[in-house]
């Protein structure tokens, strides 16, 4: 799928870029080059370290922000295809800071659109998030309007060989912010801080993070939001998982957090298909035949009135099941004493 391409990663020294960047490079040896543009010139040295130029020559690094569309245009010349994960993503921080998320998570994704189309790129494949479905914080406000313009990219590529799609998933298991790695950083204070007992959230590892985008990339029609079937958790089972012998304070949901996480809202179910192992929501003006798409992939139509809610899933983690987890994904010295 890749070999002889040439393939950009924006954020591509996030955790999400690492391990997508090292994943091509493994699985697709006759990749012709692989370039990580970030903002970071510390983590793109760190990066460039964990790698041998011998081993990966067709590795580049480009020093650049998405909010500089003239050096997004310098950065695309000869690629084929773009994975755009730069985002600011960290809710309080984008609520503090609202118009520098707007700068980065909506117009640079419309500069990451314009330069594409300047570039003779031919796919592009943006990270959305679940925040962006029925938002309530500026975070998933701005990865929400990020979404739509993707998705209306394709309506005026004019005769262009070039498609934009959208992979939206839950919370990544171990990522920098999230709660197993706080959780595992105060459990030898023997409280862990609880927002709410019922609150409950989706779940995927990084490897599946990146297997939606690659998956995504093989079979992407344009326009289309990819959700991927995946589990949900309960927070106080995750607190149980890392510290069965810890207290567990309630302390109430913070400001933009929601009690439960939803990917597909019922709104959305009515231009959502069905397949084996994930969800495709339509593009709301689509430049193919929805019919053709649907018999193409063994699909079918939603019910009206579905919504994916990781409060409504019908997979769930067990205890056991989220230590063992997190024992292969973030902490495999993992110990817990009832």
């Known amino acids: 799928m890749l070999s002889g391409k040439s393939v ?34 510390l983590k793109q ?21 998405v909010r500089d569309k003239h050096r997004l245009a310098r950065a695309m010349e000869g690629i084929d295809v ?34 594409a189309l300047d570039s003779g790129v031919n796919q592009v494949v943006a990270l959305s998030t679940d925040k962006a479905a029925a938002p309530i914080n500026l975070y998933g406000a701005t990865k929400l309007c990020s979404d739509k313009l993707f998705t209306a990219a394709n309506n005026f590529k004019g005769s262009r060989e ?44 990084l490897e599946e993070g990146v297997q939606l985008v690659i998956d995504a ?7 289309e939001i990819f959700v ?13 998982a890392v510290a069965p012998g810890c207290r567990k304070e309630i302390v109430g949901i ?33 430049t193919w035949d929805v019919a053709e798409f649907i018999k193409a992939n063994h699909g079918r139509m939603c019910d009206p009135g579905f919504r994916y809610s990781s409060g409504e899933n019908d997979h769930w983690l067990t205890v056991e099941q989220i230590r063992e987890l997190i024992r292969k994904h973030v902490d495999p010295t993992l110990e817990v004493n009832a």
């Open 8 to 41: 950009l990663v924006t954020g591509g020294t996030g955790s999400f870029g690492k391990k997508f960047v090292a994943t091509i490079l493994r699985r697709y040896p006759e990749v012709e080059r692989v370039a990580v543009y970030s903002r970071d010139e």
């Open 228 to 240: 991927p079937k995946i589990p949900s958790y309960r927070i106080i089972d995750v607190a149980e």
């Open 254 to 286: 913070r400001p933009g957090e929601k009690l439960h996480e939803e990917m597909i809202t019922e709104t959305d179910s009515l231009s959502t298909v069905e397949l084996k192992d994930r969800y495709v929501i339509l593009p709301a003006v689509p």
């Open 45 to 65: 040295y760190e990066m460039a370290q964990s790698f041998s130029q011998q081993a990966c020559p067709q590795l580049r690094f480009f020093i650049g922000d």
């Open 217 to 223: 990339l093989d079979t992407m029609w344009g326009g």
């Open 162 to 205: 070039l498609r934009f799609s959208i992979v939206r998933y839950g919370n990544v298991m171990g990522s920098r912010g999230s709660v197993i790695p706080f959780f595992l950083s105060r459990r030898d204070a023997g409280v862990l801080p609880i927002t709410d007992e019922k609150m409950t959230r989706f779940n995927i590892t």
């Open 82 to 115: 773009v994975v755009h994960a730069a985002a600011l993503k960290h809710v309080p921080i984008c609520e503090y800071n609202p118009f520098e998320a707007i700068k980065t998570n909506v117009m640079g994704a419309q500069n990451v659109i314009d330069a």
